[in-house]
């Protein structure tokens, strides 16, 4: 069973910059990719970043530019740093790993708000 953990989610203005970490742990097995995903109440899980395996990443249109996801996704852990935060970035921010099988986080919540 492989367990997540995210960290660094909080209140901030809009302007400013979050940085969130997620870090897996138990039994993984030749990671594909790893990821961040936000939801809010009543709509689906969307994907905001991912990151391969071999390096590549791909963004939602929303934030390109604007965070930057990196890590060593064969050792678990995948970091998204957010930079000139929105207020449509409010979420809860869920880390997803996928190898045999998706994997996810129970979530942090991302407020931007003045």
């Known amino acids: 069973q492989v367990q997540l953990e995210e960290s660094g989610g909080g209140l901030v203005q809009p302007g400013g910059s979050l940085r969130l970490s997620c870090t897996a742990s138990?039994?993984?097995?030749?990671?594909?990719?790893m990821g961040w995903y936000r939801q809010t109440p009543g709509k689906q899980r969307n994907m905001v970043a991912i990151?391969?395996?071999?390096?590549?990443?791909n963004y939602a249109d929303s934030v390109r530019g604007r965070f930057t996801i990196s890590g060593d996704v064969d050792k678990g852990m995948v970091s998204l740093q957010m930079n000139s935060l929105e207020v449509e970035d409010t979420g809860t921010y869920y880390c997803?790993?996928?190898?045999?099988?998706?994997?996810w986080g129970k979530g942090t919540l991302v407020t931007v708000s003045s």
């Open positions: 997803a790993l996928n190898d045999v099988k998706t994997y």
């Open positions: 990151l391969a395996t071999g390096g590549d990443t």
């Open positions: 138990g039994s993984i097995f030749r990671v594909a990719l």
